[in-house]
């Protein structure tokens, strides 16, 4: 249940966000990103229109924390890259590295002189990245599903990673979440998944504005509570500029991945996967099993896999496949219509 509802909020939030007003930014959404410590539901990019044009210069694959090091310090003029870059906290042969992987997917220029691996920059990394919220979705919150949430919650304000926390919940439960001991600081979502249009979606309770800019505190342990448990709390800080990184990384994978991703780790080849509509979201559905299986369901070690007949896969396999290719490749330009066109990937700024 809890996959299907994340699609449909996905869903809504591609086509309405934000819940309350008009939408001023450019809006990218993805699911299932994180750091080490906390993977988020769903995360909604609100882009600088401009900026997102502009950052699709660099292609639609994610730069990873060694290729934003490059493409963001590399000079306008040829420099030795020890010079242009700043100084790594682990060996230069490892920046060296990065600058030829940049280079090898035409993100920067590179040469040789004298020896030294030289760059320079084919445009500036813009900044296209307006604002970061992240989504929780619980449809059906019993009492340890609550208590789960309210822990999360307290993890997301403290960190401060993103700039507004959400839960998304369905009507009938947005109370109990309004209810519950949860950070005043997050925003609740009541969301009804028998719609699809902006109205699927209010705010039941407004979200705060979290201090990105500034250090954050991870939680790592805390007292389970009642008389036997006498441990303390435990944390660590997260400081500013970690803060800073990481909200790039997760905006690039989420640029790269989109929220339609899921079916790339699904059996899309088993002959039993199909795709069906409901009210809120065309959803993977297995006839096999009678319902809608989640990715976890439709993987490698299913006991009702059963491949494709060859004869679906004649029209063009085995270049094209069969119809399970035809839903991902329906679902990657789905998510390649939400990347604008690049001005001018040929010019240099
Ligand atoms: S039978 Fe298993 S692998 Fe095939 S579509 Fe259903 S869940 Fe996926």
Redesign the pocket.
Known sequence: MEFGFELAVCQWAERHWPPDGERDSAVFVARQLGTKHRRLDTVVLECDPEGLARRARFGDRHLDSDLLGVVRHAPAEWAWYRDALPEPDYPWRYVREAVTRAADRGLVERRTRGGRVQLRRRWPYPDWVERIVAVENKPDLSASAARDLVRQLQQDVALGLADEVWVATGTDQATAALLGDGPVEAGILAVDTTDRGAGAAHTVWRPRRLAVEERGTRILDRPEGGGHDASAWRFEYASADWKKRKRLEIAERAYERGWRAYVES???D?????MRPTTAVAQ?F????GHH?TTR???GD?????PEPPAWRQQGWPVEGGPGQAVERLLDRQRARHRPEPPGREERD
């Open positions: 699904m059996r899309s088993c002959r039993h996967f199909e993977p297995c006839p096999a099993k299986q369901e439709c993987s299913c006991p009702s896999f059963e």
